[in-house]
């Protein structure tokens, strides 16, 4: 579904790096968060994804296609295949909740008849129905996202990627979103999901890969935010010991 091969992005005017020889196999309907420190290379790795950048060096296949082959006239079309919620919402702020959902259609000439069933039946999934003729500044940050989800799945997109998108929310409300993106990943939606939010990833169990410095350094399978394998060592002391051996 999405392979890198030894995938190297360098910035110009960057003396390092943002991804460095990444490989990385992600399958179809996997939910994978993306970890690691600001300016670690998340966003690039997405980026990446989407062929808003291309890489410097290596391979990078989505959906059976090789992104270095893709024509710029062939990237639109690619790009409906994938779904892009960010942490800023990014919605149309003169535009109701329908028109938002439903301009995403419109742009990829869908029929009307389309897009009076789709945007209705998008928005009473991601719990918005009595809310369709809202503007954005009338709804919550939590309503907001929930509006940025349904425009990114209403085209039922193969990948969702996420930037950070409980990145302004609060505790409970980014526990709602991510019951939603369980749910699109739960129908068979790839989800790459980068974040900082420790709780969140704790609590899912899914599929975790940590950059650092543009490289990765873990992909565990039920990972946490923060690696079980490093020295955080809490073991028993041995019986013969005091208990007080620590640093010795
Ligand atoms: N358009 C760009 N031009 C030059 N350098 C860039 C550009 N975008 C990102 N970078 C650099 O690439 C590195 C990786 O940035 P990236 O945005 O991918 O990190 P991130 O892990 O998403 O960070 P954050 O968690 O803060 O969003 C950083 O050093 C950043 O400054």
Redesign the pocket.
Known sequence: MIRFDQVTKL?S??TRP?LNSVTLEILRGEFVFLV?A???????FLRLVLKEESPSKGQIHVLGQNLSRLTSRKVPYFRRNLGVVFQDFRLLPQKSVFDNVAFSLQVIGKSKGFIQEAVPDVLKMVGLAGKTGRLPHELSGGEQQRVAIARAIVNKPSILLAD?PTGNLDPTTSAGIMTLLNRISAGGTTVIM?T?DAGIVDQMKRRVVE?VS?QIVRDERQGGYQTQALPVQQQAPPPTSSGFGVGR
């Open positions: 910035y005017g960057n943002a690691g600001s300016g670690s290379g998340k966003s690039s950070e980068a900082h950059l543009g």
